[in-house]
């Protein structure tokens, strides 16, 4: 059997669009030698002091530290399994059952994963932000900061090397083999010298199909 690569996926809870990225990806653990380590990053922190952004995106970013703390204080005691754990649970709560984002949902998913409830505490804390920093800019760095998440950080064509990307930006997430095949191309584009960029105009909502 291949040996398995890991490959790093930096998110942020309260993005949809992240979400389906992240279903694609565990997809592609069962077609592919892929082990996937979900990190996160901030939204909020990205765009900290931004001009030009709209009032209800300022909103979402307002109420976007909380989950994003809670993550990091999950990882910073249990461990990245937890976090992989977690995310689902937040994220079915957040974009599937579109609960609203606050501590009752909190504790909720960390109860489903057995993790102690009064950890949604963290939601309100600048305890943890330090540690969540850090691991923003190591997801960003690679890649800059004009882009936002999910962001990938997977083993580039040269052993040792690693290709980090935001994207893809898909909906719905691909399932089976057409998952498997949509991982090879981006892997083979996001590989290339001096690839930068693919993009088309998105005329679809996200879907959680």
């Known amino acids: 059997m291949s040996e398995r690569a890991a490959v790093d996926m930096f998110f942020d809870p309260v993005c949809p669009w992240a979400w389906i990225t992240s279903r694609w990806l565990l997809e592609v653990e069962k077609v592919r030698p892929v082990d996937v380590r979900f990190r996160v990053m901030s939204l909020s922190v990205l765009n900290a002091g931004r001009d030009g952004l709209s009032e209800d995106y300022r ?6 530290w909380g989950p994003v703390r809670i993550c990091i204080a999950v990882e910073q ?16 709560r957040i ?19 057995g993790l102690d409830p009064d950890l949604a505490e963290a939601a309100e804390s600048t305890e943890y932000d330090e540690a969540l920093r850090a691991s923003h800019d190591a997801g960003m760095k690679p890649v800059g900061q004009d882009v936002g998440t999910p962001v990938i950080h997977a083993p580039g064509p040269v052993p040792g090397e690693t290709v980090a990307f935001f994207g893809p930006v898909i909906t719905p997430a691909p399932k089976g083999e057409a998952a498997g095949r949509l991982w090879d191309g ?24």
Do not use: C, I, M
């Open 59 to 64: 909103k979402l970013l307002d109420t976007a």
């Open 77 to 92: 005691k249990h461990g990245e399994r937890a976090v992989r754990d977690l995310y689902t649970a937040l994220g079915n």
């Open 95 to 113: 974009h599937l059952a579109k609960q609203e984002r606050g501590p009752e949902l909190y504790r909720a998913a960390l109860a489903e994963v």
């Open 186 to 209: 981006v892997l083979l584009v996001a590989g290339t010298p001096g690839f930068y960029e693919l993009k088309r105009t998105r005329t679809e909502s996200p879907r959680f199909d």
